[in-house]
């Protein structure tokens, strides 16, 4: 992954998928946080980033995706875990296949990051 620990800062380049369906918006989180953000992971050396988002959707669901148009440049500053970080994430149009259990409003999925639950939920726009 693209990330590096410089200056007291975690800097990462991070991809994301923006999936909108019906008004609703695809969000995501570790189980145990409070905050919830755009499905996606970081960029791998050498690797671009709609492949990043196929990559973790498949990584975290095992579910495929389409990785349209890049929408958004953003840069982030947080803190995580008592870290600061300095994150820019590219934010991409991403699509799920017709048939794909995510598109289930009516509860949250589950999925996994090494080790971890993640969460997925649909919200209003």
């Known amino acids: ?14 991809a994301a998928a923006v999936i909108v369906d019906d008004r609703s918006v ?7 946080d409070e905050f919830w953000a755009l499905p996606g992971g ?3 050396p050498d690797e671009d980033a709609r492949s990043t988002l196929v990559r973790e959707m498949n990584e975290e669901l095992a579910e495929s995706v389409e990785c349209d148009d890049l929408v958004y440049v953003v840069e982030n500053f947080f803190t995580h875990a008592g870290k600061p970080n300095h994150e ?5 149009v ?3 296949k017709h048939e794909s259990v995510l598109l289930n409003k009516a509860r949250s999925h589950w ?7 993640l969460e997925f939920r649909w919200f209003r726009r």
Do not use: C, K, S, W
């Open 88 to 92: 820019v994430g590219l934010y991409f």
């Open 94 to 96: 991403t699509r799920l």
């Open 42 to 44: 970081r960029v791998e």
């Open 26 to 32: 695809l969000l995501h989180r570790l189980e145990g």
């Open 111 to 117: 999925g996994a990051e090494g080790g971890h639950r």
């Open 1 to 14: 992954m693209i990330a590096v620990d410089i200056g007291g800062f975690r800097f990462q380049l991070r």
